[in-house]
């Protein structure tokens, strides 16, 4: 899954502590407690304890409180004194002196429209509890990689954290997907069917090859009407739609990066890089709906629209390339079958 950090930060938090968070619409909201326990309250989900060891992820960028004791005070974050270790990174100390609570926290979008289509199946609040996920250990040692650093931080330390950070977000979306009824139907649950799963995976890797039921029938060693009426089963849609909607949605993920990338680009120094503030402003809209079409005309509507490039004034920065039909990260959190 590819994200972008908007916010990466420590917490050392002694009794009595709380903070409320703002919403951050298009973002993914992780919390990890390495020492102490914080009790969670997000609307529409039930208020919970973390325990050492646990990980909190609210998927769609609501606000929340964290606290020490479910009635302490919760003062917005943005009026609490912060450190500012890095561009991205900062260290929370916050309480009264009592007992000690130390967390881990992030705010991560993604851009790739097959990660939106996997945040937006998410449920409100996922709570991976230490002893409950099927990769605990595989968690535990790094969330431990994470305390570690984040008890000593030594150069180059926020960003030992801020990449552990980012693992630990797929992680807890795999514990999610293995053990949690809903994501085993639907499209996730098509993701781990081993024919129509890998379907998909071919589909999302080269989205500019000229698909048909036959020719994908012809990869599964199935015969057409089994694969489509399996594939409209499990997806619940037809193939040659999800080709076709799947093509739109990287050609306007793709528009949407070269409009937002340009003037950034145009308006920075050779050397300079977009500040946290530019990664964490734009709200991010969901992938659209396509209407039923020729997904042969889409191929070539896709082509023509890579041809409107932004124009470039002399001796500006060129803005990257971003080419459709290069190959797309399609394991979303390793878990779809590859045969």
């Given amino acids: 899954m590819r994200m972008s950090g908007a916010f990466y930060g420590?917490?050392?938090?002694?009794?009595?502590?709380g903070t409320s968070l703002h919403a951050m619409p298009g973002h993914l909201w992780f919390h990890a407690v390495t020492a102490?326990?914080?009790?969670?309250e997000t609307e529409r989900a039930e208020p919970r304890w973390l325990q050492p060891g646990d990980i909190a992820l609210v998927p769609h960028g609501e606000g929340h409180v964290l606290r020490g004791e479910p009635d302490a005070p919760a003062p917005p974050i943005l009026e609490l004194g912060r450190e500012q270790v890095s561009e991205r990174y900062e260290i929370l100390r916050h309480g009264g002196g009592g007992a000690a609570t130390s967390m881990i926290c992030a705010a991560v979008r993604f851009d790739h429209p097959a990660a939106l289509t996997l945040i937006g199946l998410l449920p409100r609040m996922i709570h991976i509890e230490r002893s409950s996920a099927p990769e605990s250990d595989w968690m535990q040692r790094t969330l431990s990689l994470i305390a570690a650093e984040a008890?000593?931080?030594r150069p180059g330390g926020e960003t030992v954290i801020t990449r552990l950070a980012d693992v630990l977000v797929i992680?807890?979306?795999r514990a999610w997907i293995e053990s949690d009824p809903a994501a085993q139907t639907g499209w996730l649950g098509a993701l781990?069917?081993?024919q129509i799963g890998r379907a998909i995976t071919l589909i999302h890797r080269d989205p500019a090859r000229a698909w048909t039921v036959a020719s994908l029938a012809d990869e599964l060693a199935m015969s057409r009407s089994s694969f489509a009426a399996r594939f409209t089963e499990l997806v619940d849609?037809?193939?040659?739609h999800y080709v076709a909607r799947w093509r739109m949605?990287?050609?306007?993920?793709?528009?949407k990066a070269r409009v937002e990338h340009a003037p950034n680009r145009l308006q920075a120094g050779p050397n300079d890089e977009p500040s946290a503030q530019n990664h964490a402003a734009g709200e991010l809209s969901r992938p659209h709906e396509q209407p039923d079409g020729n997904p042969d005309q889409l191929t070539s509507d896709r082509h023509d629209l890579r041809a409107n490039r932004v124009e470039r004034r002399p001796g500006s920065p060129r803005a990257p390339e971003n080419r459709l039909s290069q190959p797309h990260l399609v394991v979303l959190v390793g878990f779809m079958p590859l045969v």
């Fill in 151 to 153: 008890g000593e931080l």
């Fill in 192 to 194: 781990q069917d081993r």
């Fill in 171 to 173: 992680q807890a979306i």
């Fill in 249 to 255: 949605n990287l050609a306007l993920s793709a528009l």
């Fill in 237 to 240: 849609e037809p193939a040659m």
């Fill in 10 to 17: 420590r917490s050392e938090l002694t009794a009595p502590w």
């Fill in 36 to 40: 102490g326990r914080c009790w969670l």
